[in-house]
């Protein structure tokens, strides 16, 4: 009890400080934590062998599709173009 009337007599700006201190550290152990349920969590992804739980997927097949080159466009495309005038 002593420290907290201790702290309670400190001015504003520095009880500020002391809580941004307090919630700063405890954000960094409260990550540091997270990181490592994180870190198990992909072991134990890696460790599972999902092939063996999922069925196969099946395969699919794309037609063909033919376009033709523009050596054979060439020929069929005109020589001149008109424009439309205006009336």
């Known amino acids: 009890m002593k420290f907290l009337k201790k702290l309670q007599k400190l001015p504003l700006e520095t ?3 002391i809580i941004i201190v307090i919630v700063g550290i405890l954000g960094i152990i409260l990550f540091y ?3 490592q349920g ?3 969590q992909i072991q134990k992804f890696r ?3 999902y092939q063996q739980v999922l069925p196969p ?3 699919f097949e794309f037609p063909t599709i033919s376009t033709p080159s523009i050596e054979e466009l060439i020929p069929t495309l005109p020589t001149t173009i008109t ?3 205006a009336i």
């Open 15 to 17: 009880r500020k400080r």
């Open 33 to 35: 934590f997270y990181l």
């Open 38 to 40: 994180l870190n198990q």
């Open 47 to 49: 460790e599972e062998n």
């Open 57 to 59: 997927l099946p395969k």
């Open 83 to 85: 424009i439309p005038t």
